[in-house]
């Protein structure tokens, strides 16, 4: 029933938009819009006609359409970082063009600007950011590290989860609820030590969006956000790079044509060296190490004017050890490691199918492997050469293998068309362990356990969306998203309606509406709170249904002085179902060996807020406050008494002061202060003393003191603030140009809490007191790049 | 692997610790505290206790309550009220003890709480010793290695064993009032748990891997042991360890093997208490929750849970022994020489 009242909504669609194209004669002018000095495809940039008062922007891909009356026009494109074009053109037939925009060398003030930088407030999607890469670099950050998904945790909605980390937990969702895609692939985990940094390398990066709610029909897969990460596609005219030193890592960019404006590549790779640097400082028995990599790769080709091939690569890894002799310079020792490794690799084939139709398809794989390891080597026997050697290590796994087409189609001006497919086969092994022992005049041991094996599953997914013109103040995005499931036991199925309504009040006011269903397959097996690489990705099956949601979001949009200033407020209720969590007092190391439906709760959440967010988007003094009023509470029928209580990550009150103030042509300053209520905490509320376990004796000579902890989240963690500052000093040589950039990281030195926990001293009536450990103090940071 | 996350973390999350006032709501409701652990070789007995609001500290003798009313049932016509004898500690008059396979249910109340409520039993236990026996040992024929087989009838159901193996040694009584385990002519002898080995996949040295059928281990030498059925569901199963005993000049080699019958309710708060005892020393990051002490007591805490132990006496030979034939713990401890 419910299909078949989608399809009349499709076809009716259709009809419409057949109805449009037959309906006047017209002429298309479409093509591509690109960097003048790289020939960088440029994504986001505006292409309008106006005097018609309307337009359109460039896809993922610099891609255009526009459809109008045969006529004389004066075309302008623009976007942010470009000096803007004003073209007249003569159109009596369709029309292919490629544009080019010269970057901006020279600031220009507000006047100057007409159409500096694409704004949502003319756009039906709502909820959405996106912050250039070049306000991300200048952004205060720890250590000196620039991180895009830090700075992405300073918009309204946006937490960290715990302090320091670069995880994402969106209008109350959780952190595996956010469909992160590089180059149109996932990644599983994007965190770099422990979550410190993320693993997107700013100098590979062409552009981040973030889409927190009215998602478009062509993402799916995940209930609370779409984090599309573009990476530079290489310069196609000349060789160019960047290099960055930082305190804990450095940075190189390489780019150039391959064959000079037909073929160019990327390659961007980082690394730490702290290891390198604490070496020599770790003399004793005990050393610690930990290091991390990534590189970036990207290729394209230009087949023909109307095709181009890419070739996208990601490969990251992180890796800790702790190896323990019993004296310094001791042949005997245990080490301990720790890692895990993403690895990512695309084929994307573009094409234009005549001025109109725009097709994109892709091939890839991506993998996410974490391990865990325990070498040990000692002497035995009386013998010099006896030894006893024992390695064991323990691995997780996810493959996914993805072939995705999608079409965007533009008939005419009142209809923007997307369709198209995705498959997916994910292959999971969730925990297998080799056990090796070593010993001299013994055959060695060999244990290979892999309990579960590989398991696999299938997911596909068709989706078609149109934005719509329906009246001159009135754009509807209507989409639908049809999914299915095969898990080795289990099918599931998922019809997603979305839309968005885009109502425009005046030249300054608009309002905006959405809905959106959704539904995931995948789940990350974490604890309640913090999110570690050991976390498992598992498949839906039996008795582990799909996470499924749906979130209703309004918003009123307000610009003043032509886009200077823009204010939004937005509200937003959400109802989530499939959530799984550990069982308590669940061993997470063991769960890649048993089943997991008989470790975790299935429960529900809901989550309500309201968003304000004012920026300021030109000028001397850039930036943004955001403030969010959030609500967001959990139900499991064997936790808390079945009763709701508050998430992990409930924060009430949240407020980002985002600013950047350019001193000069070479000079810039920025900061950034955040405020955050405390989260909630679940600690013990009560305490009494047992005799102790199984065959404890009955007198209470050593009893046990024990706590009672009581419902779920009652109290609530110091609330969290801090102050961050950097300065940035520019030189231009004959070279390219180089900056120096210093500053310094919780500036009022807060004792922020990242974990708040009981703990126990044996000191006669064994005290129990609330602890609070705080890891991010005062850090200064200093860094040096080059551009060239 | 669970070390090894530790260590790392640590080493990264080394930061400043300091301690925190919270607010945490102050209408805590205290608690009675209710345990038994009962089997059918002892009378039925019940400590009674109470909670008090985490930011209290007290003695433990301040937390019992002395004015309970204890009654304990079964399914059928048995009814006993237990009565105080002092230090919370609550006992039968009329000589009850539990029978082993039957549920019984103990009701609680004292003035100033709630009533509470807990069901339980002690599970049957079929088991048998079937062989002792000496075994050769490589080069080091001086030590003598012992090999015994026993075996578990498993009722259907999920079932929970523990297995403890001890050796009667001499003790004394050192000049600090300690005791340590000597060789002489006329120490006192008692009950030590010795080690053992075996091959079989059920064993556990920890109750948290107990669940694990598989758990990857590689040491075979336990200082007791937890079984579960999950490899033996419902099926008589043949087990065999062996062990080399600590040789005495006076005391010959006797040894005790206790094979006990876990209710699932005493192996769960066993596990959550074990547990437990990490979350309290500090920031456990592994974790996924506060580790939440286990009770089937309810409106209360505590535990009110049985078992059922089968206890084989023998010596090197497979002789069956008497406590009072070896005179284990018979007198006082002699002072060490």
Known sequence: ?788 | MRQCLTILLFGVFCGCETIVELDIPSDYQAKLVVESQFSPDSLWTFRVGKSVPYTETVEPSELIVPDARIIISDENHFRDTLQHIGGGIYKTLQGHRPVSGTTYNVKASASGFSEVQASSWAPPLQSELLEIESMEVGNSSDRERYVLRFSIADQPGSNYYNLNLYQVMPFCEDDNGGVRIEDGPSYTTNYWPIFFDSNSPSFHAFIETVDDPIYPRIENEFSGAFLSDQLFEATTQEFEITFEPTVFEFVSPYFMLELSALSDDLFAFERSLELHDYYLFGPDLTRSSPAVVYTNVVNGLGIFAGYTSDTYRFDAKGNEWQEDSVAVGSSNLQPCQ
């Open chain 1, 1 to 788: 029933m419910v299909v078949n009242r989608c399809l009349i909504i499709v076809l009716l669609l259709l009809w419409n938009t057949q109805a449009g194209l037959v309906s006047a004669q017209s002429v298309t002018i479409s093509g591509y819009v690109e960097d003048a000095m790289s020939s960088e495809r440029i994504l986001g940039a505006s292409v309008s006609i106006p005097a018609l008062q309307y337009g359109t922007t460039t896809n993922q891909f610099g891609f255009f359409s526009l459809t109008t009356e045969p006529a004389s026009i004066r075309l302008l494109v623009s976007h942010i970082g470009y000096q803007p074009i004003l073209d007249n053109l003569v159109l009596t037939r369709d029309t292919t063009l490629i544009v080019t925009l010269a970057p901006r060398t020279v600031r220009l003030d507000d006047v100057e600007v007409i159409a500096d930088r694409v704004s949502d407030f003319d756009k039906v999607q709502m909820s959405r950011h996106e912050i250039p890469i070049e306000q991300i670099e200048t952004l205060p950050v720890i250590l000196g590290e620039t991180d895009i998904q830090k700075t992405l945790q300073l918009l309204p909605s946006v937490q960290s989860g715990v302090e320091g980390s670069s995880g994402l937990y969106v209008r109350g969702g959780r952190a595996d609820q956010n469909l992160i895609l590089l180059d149109g692939l996932p990644l599983y985990n994007p965190n770099h030590l422990f979550g410190f940094f993320s693993v997107f390398n700013t100098s590979a990066m062409k552009r981040v969006e973030l889409i927190k709610g009215g998602f478009p029909a062509r993402y799916g897969g995940r209930l609370s956000s779409v984090i599309n990460y573009t990476m530079k596609e290489g310069n196609l005219k000349r060789f160019a790079g960047e290099g960055a030193i930082g305190v804990i890592s450095s940075r190189l960019m390489f780019e150039g044509p391959i064959v000079r404006n037909r073929a160019s590549f990327l390659v961007a790779g980082r690394r730490s060296y702290a290891d390198q640097l604490w070496r020599p400082f770790q003399v004793g028995r005990k050393r610690y190490g930990a290091a991390f990599y990534d590189i970036n790769m990207k290729a394209n080709y230009i087949l023909s004017p109307r095709d181009r091939i890419y070739l996208s690569g990601y490969a990251g890894e992180d890796r800790f050890s702790y190896e323990e002799r019993p004296f310094p310079g001791a042949n005997d020792r245990t080490r301990y490691d720790l890692g895990w490794h993403n690895r990512l690799a695309s084929l994307r084939w573009n094409r234009r199918i005549g001025d109109r139709m725009f097709a994109s398809t892709l091939f890839g794989v991506t993998q996410y492997r974490f391990f865990s390891a325990t070498h040990s080597s000692e002497s035995a026997g009386e013998g010099e050469g006896d030894f006893i050697k024992f390695d064991q290590s323990w691995h997780s796994r996810i493959v996914d293998w993805t072939t995705k087409i999608d079409f965007e189609f533009i008939p005419n001006t009142n209809h923007y068309i997307r369709f198209g497919a995705e498959g997916i086969l994910h292959r999971f092994s969730p925990g297998s362990t080799q056990t090796r022992l070593d010993e001299s005049g013994r055959s060695p041991i060999n244990l290979l356990q892999t309990p579960t094996g590989w398991i696999s599953s299938r997911q596909m997914a068709l989706y078609a969306e149109d934005e719509m013109q329906l009246q001159e103040a009135l754009r509807v995005t209507a989409g639908i998203r049809l999914s299915r499931y095969f898990s080795h036991d289990e099918q599931f199925g998922s019809l997603e309606p979305r839309l968005g309504v885009y109502v425009r009040v005046s030249d300054r006011t608009a309002v905006k509406a959405s809905f959106a269903r959704s539904k995931q397959y995948v789940h990350l097996l974490t604890g309640g709170g913090v999110t570690f690489p050991t976390d498992l990705w598992i498949p839906s099956m039996d008795r582990i249904t799909p996470q499924r949601g749906y979130q209703v979001a309004a918003g009123i949009y307000q610009s003043y002085r032509s886009g200077l200033y823009e204010v939004s407020v937005e509200g937003y209720l959400k109802r989530m179902k499939g959530h799984i969590e550990y069982k308590i007092g669940a061993d997470r190391f063991r769960a890649g060996f048993l089943d997991w439906p008989d470790l975790i709760e299935i429960g529900t959440g809901a989550s309500h807020g309201a968003e304000i967010f004012i920026e300021k988007r030109r000028g001397d003094l850039t930036g943004w406050v955001g403030y969010t009023w959030a609500k967001t509470t959990r139900q499991f029928e064997s936790l808390n008494a079945g009763l709701s209580f508050p998430d992990g990550f409930d924060r009430r009150h949240d407020v980002s002061v985002v600013m950047q103030y350019e001193l000069s042509g070479t000079k810039k300053i920025s900061a950034v202060w955040v405020y955050g209520s405390g989260y909630p905490v679940w600690v013990p509320t009560g305490r009494y003393v047992s005799p102790g376990g199984f065959r404890a004796s009955t007198d209470w000579l050593f009893p046990l003191h024990l706590v009672d902890t009581g419902p779920v989240n009652t109290a609530r963690a110091p609330d969290y603030h801090r102050l961050d500052f950097s300065m940035h000093f520019q030189k231009n040589r004959n070279w390219g140009e180089r900056t120096f950039s210093i500053g310094v990281y919780n500036a009022y030195n807060r004792k922020n809490p990242m974990f708040v926990y009981p703990k126990k001293y044996e000191t006669g009536d064994s005290v129990i007191s609330f602890r609070q450990l705080s890891l991010l103090q005062l850090i200064p940071a200093i860094s040096w790049q080059v551009s060239f």
